[in-house]
Nanobody
Framework: QVQLVESGGASVSVGGSLKLSCTASGSTLSNIAAGWFRQAPGKEREFVAAISLSGDITRYTDSVQGRFTISRDKAKNAVYLQMNSLLPEDTAVYYC??????????????????WGQGTQVTVSS
């Protein structure tokens, strides 16, 4: 059974930065496209960012373009989300997941594994 584990969430002020991490037990993240998603209170889960298997293709939702950066470390079997210039509307629980067919599928909210617990990001003004 694959378990995705997200970490790194915290409460920060507007303009602050955080780096989220995603690891997986029972599976590898190093040979598959991966992505980050978020769910704000009262809203549906939405796509945030994705990275291809090779790492040379990245996709972002418009609202985080230029502020967030997705990356991966195959040796550590981890995927990261560096979040800068955080805004109150970034407040959400953040989740990671994967898809064997690449970043476009992730952007379409297609995922391979059950969702993990997520990590809470709270941005206050």
């Amino acid at each position: 059974q694959v378990q995705l584990v997200e970490s790194g969430g915290a409460s920060v002020s507007v303009g602050g930065s955080l780096k989220l991490s995603c690891t997986a037990s029972g599976s590898t993240l190093s040979n598959i496209a991966a992505g980050w998603f978020r769910q704000a209170p009262g809203k549906e889960r939405e796509f945030v960012a994705a990275i291809s298997l090779s790492g040379d293709i990245t996709r972002y939702t418009d609202s985080v373009q230029g502020r967030f950066t997705i990356s991966r470390d195959k040796a550590k079997n981890a995927v990261y989300l560096q979040m800068n210039s955080l805004l109150p509307e970034d407040t959400a629980v953040y989740y990671c997941n994967t898809h064997p067919d690449g970043t476009t599928r992730l952007q379409a909210m297609a995922v391979l594994h059950p969702w993990g617990q997520g990590t809470q990001v709270t941005v206050s003004s």
